[in-house]
């Protein structure tokens, strides 16, 4: 499955988080990473700005529910609290962005690991604002443009 992912960090070292997030990442698959991170300002205007890039990976898991799962659990393992509620400032986050599935929406049982988040866990493909949003686009305009050969564009349309 060919997937892309988000990755965003407005706490502490967001340098080295989204480095940690992108080594996490590689061991799902081969991966092409933007080159590209910027910085935006937090859009609740709580928290400090955010340090966001992308990848675009040939994951090794062929379902997204899973693939999700591992997400999240990556981002647990390197602090992030997801029991401060929704729009909060973070260490790490990963966002499943699309894949080359097509449109999808999933709701599943939580796995016992992930239960912290609620009872079920929801996925909907691709990212219902993530194409909306300069922090994703402009990483990923410059990913399309720098490996036209790795087909990106065409798990969006």
């Known amino acids: 499955m060919k997937v892309l992912i988000a990755l965003g960090s407005n706490l502490g070292d967001r340098e080295g988080y989204l480095k940690q997030g992108l080594e996490m990442i590689s061991s799902l698959g081969a991966m ?9 300002p937090d859009e609740s205007g709580r928290g400090p700005s955010y340090l966001n890039t992308i990848v675009f990976l ?17 981002e647990h393992k390197l602090g992030r609290d997801r029991s401060l509620g929704k729009n909060q400032p973070r260490i790490l986050d990963l966002d ?3 894949t080359d599935q097509g449109m999808l929406h999933w709701t599943w049982k939580s796995p016992e690991d992930l239960s912290h988040m609620g009872a079920t866990l929801t996925l909907d493909l691709p990212h219902p604002k ?8 402009e990483p990923l305009a410059y990913l399309v443009k ?3 050969e790795a087909g990106i564009i065409r798990i969006l349309a």
Do not use: K
Request: aromatic share 8%; hydrophobic share 45%; glycine share 0%.
């Open 96 to 98: 499943l962005i699309a």
């Open 130 to 137: 993530a194409l909306t949003r300069p922090f994703v686009l």
């Open 146 to 148: 720098q490996y036209p």
């Open 32 to 40: 092409i990473p933007s080159p590209l991170t910027v910085e935006t």
């Open 58 to 74: 040939v994951a090794t898991e062929t379902n997204p529910c899973r693939l999700l799962e591992t997400l999240l659990r990556f």
